[in-house]
């Protein structure tokens, strides 16, 4: 399996009493970590604007600015965003950034891209909030321009939402042209959420990857559903690398598993959640697959990896200010974990 984790950018109330001045260095710090340690693929960060579970002034960092910015602070690990909202930007536009970013890291791009859902943030930044077939229509028109920026290098496309006529893309990311990269999109194109009926026929023909429901049941479902989507559509249902997003709230035992269950109450009581707010945001946390001490997690990933799941990302809701989970995790599960003769990806090196 490979392993991405989450940097803290505000969204999650993950940065609440930290001082913006310490912002970046607390993000980049972790990423550095991360690239340092051969057992992480990638590092990711939300493409929101708003914090969640309820809007609040707390900070939420832009996600392709800290593309760029990640992409000059390490050297190896792959960068993405789980997952990029099609609606919030054009998506020739987007296709060009995540051009340029991909030159700026040389090569380690992962383009995340869904249809939207967090309707607060899109009324307040004045999209609208289309119905849910419109958001998927622009997802399906959207990913058809990136395909053509990223590996012809422009784009004609007269769609229903989008409308662009001889955009260039120059230059094209390193992937798929100095780079070997992937054969299909270019740039690596995860397509997330699960809808059966047309998120999941969208990833069968244009993903790369797909994240959908993480937990046993709903991954081995879904996954049914995207197989026979592919054979409805002529693609090899293996060609597209299945993951899903974790939770991870990890102890030596139980007491320190409640320990941590407890800290991540007493975090959205001081972002301003009711008291009420705050209990079902842990009971989130606390039924999810990744919860656990190293073995319970191990024992559930196993599970999973045999249903198919090739790669987990990770977040730490305590990573700002506590990586004690986080070198616990690298210390008893990824090694359990991580294929390390098929870890490594074809961008997979150090810059100097």
Same mark, same amino acid.
């Given at each position: 399996?490979? =392993?991405?984790? =989450?940097?803290?950018?505000?969204?999650?109330?993950d940065?609440?009493? @930290? &001082?913006?001045?310490?912002?970046?260095?607390?993000?980049?710090?972790?990423a550095?970590?991360?690239?340092?340690?051969?057992?992480?693929?990638?590092?990711w960060?939300?493409?929101?604007?708003? /914090?969640?579970?309820?809007? /609040?002034?707390?900070?939420?960092?832009?996600?392709?600015?800290?593309m760029s910015?990640?992409?000059?602070v390490t050297g190896?690990?792959r960068?993405?965003?789980?997952?990029?909202c099609?609606? *919030?930007?054009?998506p020739?536009?987007?296709?060009? +950034? $995540?051009?340029?970013?991909?030159?700026?890291s040389?090569?380690?791009?992962?383009?995340?891209?869904?249809a939207?859902? *967090?309707?607060?943030?899109?009324?307040a930044?004045?999209?609208?909030?289309?119905?849910?077939g419109?958001r998927?229509?622009?997802?399906?028109?959207?990913?058809?321009i990136?395909?053509?920026m990223?590996t012809?290098?422009? $784009?004609?496309?007269?769609?229903?939402h989008?409308?662009? &006529?001889?955009?260039?893309?120059?230059?094209?990311?390193?992937?798929?042209t100095?780079?070997?990269?992937s054969? *299909?999109n270019?740039?690596?194109?995860?397509?997330?959420?699960?809808?059966?009926k047309? /998120?999941l026929?969208?990833?069968?023909?244009?993903?790369d990857?797909?994240?959908f429901?993480?937990?046993?049941?709903?991954?081995?479902?879904?996954?049914?559903?995207?197989?026979?989507?592919c054979?409805?559509?002529?693609?090899?249902?293996?060609? @597209?690398?299945?993951?899903?997003?974790?939770?991870?709230?990890?102890?030596?035992?139980?007491q320190?598993?409640?320990?941590?269950?407890?800290? @991540?109450?007493e975090? *959205?009581?001081?972002?301003g959640?009711?008291?009420?707010?705050a209990?079902?945001? +842990?009971h989130?946390?606390?039924t999810?697959?990744?919860?656990? /001490?190293?073995?319970? @997690? +191990?024992?559930? =990933?196993?599970k999973l990896e045999?249903?198919?799941?090739?790669y987990?990302?990770?977040y730490f809701?305590?990573? $700002?200010?506590?990586?004690?989970?986080?070198?616990?995790?690298?210390?008893?599960?990824?090694?359990?974990?991580? &294929?390390?003769?098929?870890?490594?990806?074809?961008?997979?090196?150090?810059?100097?």
């Amino acid at each position: 399996m490979k =392993f991405g984790l =989450f940097i803290p950018q505000g969204w999650r109330m993950d940065l609440v009493g @930290i &001082d913006p001045s310490q912002h970046w260095g607390v993000m980049a710090g972790l990423a550095r970590r991360v690239d340092a340690n051969d057992d992480w693929t990638s590092i990711w960060v939300y493409d929101h604007f708003h /914090t969640t579970p309820q809007p /609040t002034n707390e900070a939420t960092h832009e996600a392709w600015t800290l593309m760029s910015a990640l992409g000059a602070v390490t050297g190896r690990v792959r960068l993405g965003q789980m997952c990029g909202c099609m609606s *919030y930007r054009n998506p020739a536009y987007l296709a060009k +950034v $995540a051009a340029t970013v991909d030159i700026v890291s040389e090569g380690r791009i992962e383009m995340g891209i869904g249809a939207g859902w *967090y309707e607060h943030e899109w009324r307040a930044y004045g999209y609208g909030f289309p119905r849910a077939g419109e958001r998927i229509k622009r997802l399906e028109e959207g990913v058809q321009i990136f395909r053509d920026m990223w590996t012809t290098g422009s $784009a004609t496309f007269h769609g229903e939402h989008y409308d662009v &006529d001889g955009a260039i893309c120059a230059p094209q990311p390193l992937q798929g042209t100095v780079l070997p990269g992937s054969k *299909y999109n270019g740039i690596p194109m995860w397509i997330a959420g699960g809808g059966e009926k047309k /998120t999941l026929r969208i990833a069968a023909q244009y993903a790369d990857y797909t994240n959908f429901d993480g937990t046993l049941e709903g991954f081995q479902h879904k996954s049914e559903v995207l197989r026979g989507h592919c054979q409805d559509v002529g693609r090899d249902f293996d060609e @597209i690398v299945r993951s899903a997003n974790y939770n991870v709230v990890i102890g030596r035992d139980e007491q320190e598993v409640s320990n941590r269950l407890e800290w @991540i109450r007493e975090q *959205y009581l001081r972002a301003g959640l009711t008291p009420e707010k705050a209990e079902e945001v +842990v009971h989130g946390f606390a039924t999810g697959p990744a919860v656990g /001490t190293p073995q319970q @997690i +191990v024992e559930k =990933f196993k599970k999973l990896e045999g249903a198919g799941l090739k790669y987990a990302i990770t977040y730490f809701p305590e990573a $700002a200010y506590d990586i004690t989970s986080i070198q616990l995790f690298e210390q008893e599960v990824l090694p359990e974990l991580v &294929d390390r003769e098929e870890h490594g990806h074809l961008f997979h090196r150090r810059r100097h």
